[in-house]
């Protein structure tokens, strides 16, 4: 089965940091853009960040600029999502998913985004 596998994720205070994991399972992501979304209760899901094959990072949130970052590691076939300065409205479920051949890009519709994993939740509260 294709998916992907996200952990990493908790209860943390505002101000705090975590580190999420993005595993591929079936399948090697190392020639695949990858990118982070997030969903909170009651709202959409929302891009957060995406990583080209060639590392490459792109925001399509810019309420997390300057605190989240992307990063791959191939040899672990993983991508890892990096949040400093956490606020309580960064709590949401956060998944990871790839456009396949498509690059990463805002103009990308999330409907071509395939192998959706079950998220990992992450809470901001003190």
């Known amino acids: 089965q294709l998916q992907f596998v996200e952990s990493g994720g908790g209860l943390v205070q505002p101000g705090g940091s975590l580190r999420l994991s993005c595993a591929a399972s079936?399948?090697?992501?190392?020639?695949?853009?990858i990118a982070w979304f997030r969903q909170a209760p009651g709202k959409e899901r929302e891009g957060v960040l995406c990583?080209?094959?060639?590392?490459?990072?792109?925001n399509f949130a810019s309420s997390v600029r300057g605190r989240f970052t992307i990063s791959r590691d191939n040899a672990k076939n993983t991508v890892y999502l990096h949040m400093d300065n956490l606020k309580p409205e960064d709590s949401a479920v956060y998944y990871c998913s790839t456009p396949g051949g498509f690059p990463c890009s805002i103009y990308v519709a999330p409907s071509e985004y395939k192998y959706w994993g079950q998220g990992t939740q992450v809470t901001v509260s003190s």
């Open positions: 079936g399948f090697t992501l190392e020639h695949l853009s």
């Open positions: 990583i080209s094959p060639g590392n490459y990072s792109t």
